[in-house]
């Protein structure tokens, strides 16, 4: 059965972790910061930076990091004629062992790489973009990489870890423009809480918005809260649902993914993934593994029934789907979707009479769910 949240009260990387600092003291500090360019030239953090700064931190030791620079690069050249946002790559190999500028010269040539590529000799911004503290004894060694990080107009930063070789170029570039919209902002979208504020209100307000149909602010009212908490479940849960009614099935199915990453034991997770699977009809054979796994731990649950009941409808099983969707229907009455999916087998197994019963009773299921959302509004 598809996923359901209830509105006012709640009980995946994109991988975005918050960095606590003060500010105004380090925006001002990591201004005067010294870099170097690949030419010898010596510059300070303030003469490349913008209202919102990218940095990217790679070592040439770290293929992700390599196979990444292309897909910065990228974002590099779709901000490079806007003011407000900067794009740089800052190498962290270690400065004592020492570097091999020509090889990164080269590395940039062949990669064709038009993005600033410096150094920073102190680590001191290195240290502040991974710990989000000016310390003198950061190790760059400890680091994880690849790391690109966001600085906001209010010079506080937040990270994205990591690097998916699944996403496009343009799936790359899509998914930092929302973060660099939301960092124009000060990484306060839709007016979500402050740190400690109440993240029920937040989703609260996050579903009304995509129950009167505005995905898009959903959508970044959820980011933002991500960006302060990735491993939120609820939040993660909340956006796969956003993202499937915006027709991003990927993006949908990769959250779900997460979720269960991180709850690994959780039916409901297990039911959310399969049902998606189903939805799509794609590796139906997982689907049902997982919708089989959840229903056998709670097993008189009606959602986990009809999912079940769909994946066999999508592989042909329409008797044994029939079985399942009746005994769902009869547990949980008036279940629009649920309604419809047995009303489907039944057309499948030429019951026309039947079918069109229930899709009757399916569409007064749905009109009433249009009354209530016309109420809230």
Not at 104 to 129: A, H, T, V, Y
Not at 265 to 279: G, K
Not at 301 to 321: C, E, F, R, V
Request: with cysteine; glycine share 6%.
């Amino acid at each position: 059965m598809k996923r359901w949240i209830p509105i006012l009260l709640f009980g995946v990387t994109t991988g975005l972790v918050p960095v606590q600092t003060n500010a105004q003291d380090i925006a001002s500090r990591i201004e005067n910061l010294t870099l170097r360019a690949l030419d010898g030239k010596i510059m300070k953090f303030k003469e490349v930076k913008s209202k919102v700064t990218i940095v990217a931190l790679w070592a040439s030791w770290c293929k992700p990091c390599i196979h990444e620079l292309p897909y910065v690069n990228a974002l590099y050249d779709r901000y490079r004629k806007d003011k407000q946002v900067s794009v740089i790559a800052i190498n962290v190999d270690d400065q004592t062992m020492g570097l091999d500028v020509s090889s990164i010269k080269k590395l940039s040539k062949r990669l064709k790489l038009g993005m600033p590529m410096l150094m920073e000799p102190e680590q001191k911004l290195m240290g502040f973009l991974t710990t989000g503290k000016l310390d003198p004894s950061f190790d760059s060694h400890s680091m994880q990489l690849p790391l690109v990080t966001i600085i906001d107009v209010n010079g506080k930063a937040v990270q994205k870890l990591g690097f998916r070789e699944d996403l496009s170029k343009q799936q790359f570039i899509e998914q930092y423009k929302k973060l660099i919209n939301m960092a124009l902002k000060g990484f306060n979208p839709g007016g979500i809480s402050p740190p400690g504020g109440d993240l029920n209100q937040d989703l609260s307000r996050a579903m009304i918005k995509s129950a009167m149909g505005n995905q898009d602010q959903a959508e970044e009212i959820l980011l933002g809260l991500l960006a302060k908490d990735p491993k939120d479940t609820r939040v993660m849960s909340t956006l796969s649902m956003i993202y499937e009614k915006m027709g991003k099935l990927d993006l949908s199915t990769r959250m779900l993914r997460g979720v269960l990453a991180l709850k690994p034991e959780s039916p409901q997770a297990m039911n959310d993934l399969a049902y998606l699977l189903a939805r799509q009809a794609k590796n139906l054979d997982e689907a049902e593994k997982l919708a089989r796994k959840a229903l056998s731990k709670d097993p008189s649950n009606p959602s986990y029934m009809d999912t079940l009941g769909w994946i066999q409808y999508q592989k042909g099983q329409y008797k044994k789907a029939l079985t399942k969707l009746e005994k769902a229907n009869k547990l949980k009455p008036g279940v629009k979707e649920m309604l419809a999916h047995q009303a489907e087998v039944h057309m499948k197994l030429g019951q026309c009479k039947a079918a069109v019963e229930l899709f009757r009773k399916a569409l007064e299921a749905s009109e009433r769910s249009d009354a209530t959302i016309i109420q809230m509004h």
